[in-house]
């Protein structure tokens, strides 16, 4: 596999692993997503001071209102953080 589809296949992998858990297998509960948060992107949190942060972030995500964040949303998290990261890096040659 070429780097960017191994990216994708660990992007997948890593969703299912935490969405398995408990209850809907193709949806991340809040617990679920916390404990995705905080173990796959441990540099992330560690800049969140509080509960309502991580809430917010959360009521933000679910788009659809069903309290849960499918893969799309989960996605669209990713997309984000990974723009931000691109534009901070960027900005650290200059």
Do not use: W
């Not at 209850?23 to 809040?30: A, E, I, P, R, Y």
């Not at 916390?34 to 441990?42: G, I, Q």
């Amino acid at each position: 596999m070429t780097d960017l589809e191994t990216s994708m296949a660990t992007i997948i992998a890593v969703f299912q692993k935490y969405s398995e858990r408990e209850g809907d297998k193709h949806k991340l509960k809040k617990s679920e997503l916390r404990d995705l948060l905080h173990d796959e992107l441990p540099e992330l949190i560690a800049h969140v001071k509080d509960q309502a942060t991580l809430d917010s972030l959360m009521e933000s995500l679910d788009t659809d209102g069903d309290a849960e964040c499918n893969f799309q949303e989960f996605m669209t998290f990713v997309s984000l953080v990974t723009v931000c990261c691109h534009e901070f890096f960027e900005h650290e040659d200059d």
